[in-house]
C-alpha cells in the first residue's frame, strides 16, 4: 500500500488532483499539466548566473549565462534587484534589464534570445507547449503602444546555432505581441509547435522609437518553457545546479599547473573542464597577471590563446607568449580563460 504525507497526515493513498490548483504567484496547477520533473526548457530563466560579468553596454553577443543578443551591438544588458514580489516577498533574485543607453536615437530592435539545443527540445515535436514569464517595461519605455514582442523559432536540424535562425532548415516561427505595463505582471502564451522539431530558440524583443530616456528598457525573469496547456509555478533550481547547467555551454577556467615550451613564444598547458561542455570549447584569455619559469623567475606575458586541442572533458591550452625558453618547463599561474561552446 502506497503511504502520502500531506500536511502532517499520513494518507492509505497518493494524492491525486482532480481540479485546479492556485498558487499564490498567480500560477495554476492542473492535474493534466506538465508531468516533467526537470519541465523548463529554458537556463537560467531567473537571471541567476552571470559568469562573464553584469553589465553590456553595445552588446553583441551573449551576456547572462545562455542569454544573447543575437549580434545586436545596439542593445544594453544589465543585472538588475528589481523584481516581482508575491505575498510572501520577492519572487526572485535578478531581472536582466534590456534596452537603449539614455539620449540614444538609435531605433534597432532590441532583444534578448536563447537558443535550445536538440537534446532538450526533441520532445516538444508536436507538443503543446507553454510560455510563461515575468516583465515589465521601465519608466521611459518606447515602444509603441507598450509593446513587447515574443518569438519562438523551431528547426528540423541540430544545433545549427541562433545567428542562422532565419535560415533553420523546416524554420518555423510562433510569435505574439503583449502590452507591459510599468507594474510586473505574469504573462503567459499557448501554442502548439510543429513536428520533427531538433533546435529551438526564444527571442524577447521591441522597436524603440525618438531619443531614449533615462529608463527606455524592459526587464524580465522568471522565463519558463514547458509541455502543457497552463503555467505551473516556476522550477527553481539550486545555484549550484544551474550553474553547472550554464558550465556546459561556457565556463571560465583558472589556468594553473607545469606545462612545456615547444618554442620560444608557446607552451602547452593542459587541463580538466568543471563540466562535461556541449561540444569542444574555444576559448580567449580573460586576464593574465604573468607567469613563472622554471628553472628561473623571470616572468613573462601571455596575451592570447592560440590553437586550443580541446574534447567535451579537458582542454590543452596554447598559450601565445615571449621569452620563453625552448623545452623549458613552464609554470603558470593567474590566467583565466573563458570556453564558449554556445549555439
Do not use: H
Not at 8 to 20: D, E, I, K, W, Y
Not at 124 to 132: A, E, K, Y
Not at 286 to 299: K, L
Request: net charge neutral; charged share 10%; proline share 2%.
Amino acid at each position: 500500500m502506497a503511504l502520502t504525507t500531506v500536511q502532517g497526515q499520513m494518507l492509505t493513498a497518493p494524492l491525486t488532483l482532480t481540479g485546479n490548483l492556485t498558487f499564490s504567484d498567480g500560477s495554476v496547477q492542473t492535474a493534466a499539466a506538465s508531468p516533467y520533473v526537470l519541465k523548463n526548457r529554458i537556463i537560467n530563466g531567473a537571471m541567476q548566473i552571470w559568469q562573464r560579468g553584469t553589465s553590456f553596454t553595445s552588446a553583441s553577443g551573449y551576456t547572462a549565462d545562455r542569454w544573447t543578443t543575437v549580434g545586436n551591438s545596439a542593445t544594453n544588458l544589465s543585472q538588475s534587484t528589481s523584481v516581482p514580489t508575491v505575498t510572501t516577498g520577492n519572487a526572485f533574485q535578478y531581472s536582466a534589464k534590456v534596452g537603449r543607453t539614455a539620449s540614444s536615437t538609435s531605433t534597432l530592435t532590441q532583444l534578448i534570445a536563447q537558443c535550445i539545443e536538440s537534446n532538450n527540445c526533441y520532445d516538444l515535436s508536436g507538443q503543446t507547449v507553454t510560455l510563461s514569464f515575468w516583465a515589465k517595461a521601465g519608466a521611459n519605455y518606447s515602444s509603441t503602444s507598450n509593446i513587447l514582442s515574443l518569438a519562438l523559432y523551431t528547426g528540423t536540424a541540430a544545433d545549427q546555432g541562433i545567428l542562422n535562425y532565419v535560415s533553420w532548415t523546416g524554420a518555423a516561427s510562433v510569435s505574439t505581441n503583449i502590452n507591459l505595463t510599468t507594474t510586473w505582471t505574469k504573462y503567459t502564451y499557448t501554442t502548439t509547435l510543429g513536428s520533427g522539431i531538433l533546435e529551438a530558440g526564444l527571442f524577447f524583443y521591441y522597436s524603440p522609437t525618438g531619443t531614449a530616456g533615462a529608463d527606455d528598457n524592459f526587464y524580465i525573469t522568471g522565463v519558463q518553457l514547458e509541455i502543457g496547456t497552463s503555467a505551473t509555478p516556476f522550477e527553481r533550481r539550486l545555484y549550484n545546479q544551474e550553474l553547472a547547467n550554464c558550465q556546459r555551454y561556457y565556463q571560465i577556467v583558472g589556468v594553473g599547473g607545469c606545462g612545456r615550451a615547444f618554442n620560444t613564444t608557446n607552451f602547452e598547458v593542459a587541463l580538466a573542464l568543471r563540466v562535461e561542455m556541449r561540444a569542444a570549447p574555444s576559448g580567449t584569455v580573460i586576464n593574465d597577471t604573468g607567469n613563472i619559469a622554471y628553472p628561473g623567475v623571470a616572468a613573462y606575458t601571455t596575451t592570447s590563446l592560440g590553437s586550443l586541442v580541446a574534447s567535451t572533458t579537458g582542454v590543452a591550452l596554447n598559450l601565445v607568449s615571449s621569452g620563453l625558453t625552448s623545452g623549458a618547463t613552464m609554470i603558470t599561474y593567474a590566467r583565466v580563460a573563458g570556453l564558449s561552446a554556445e549555439l
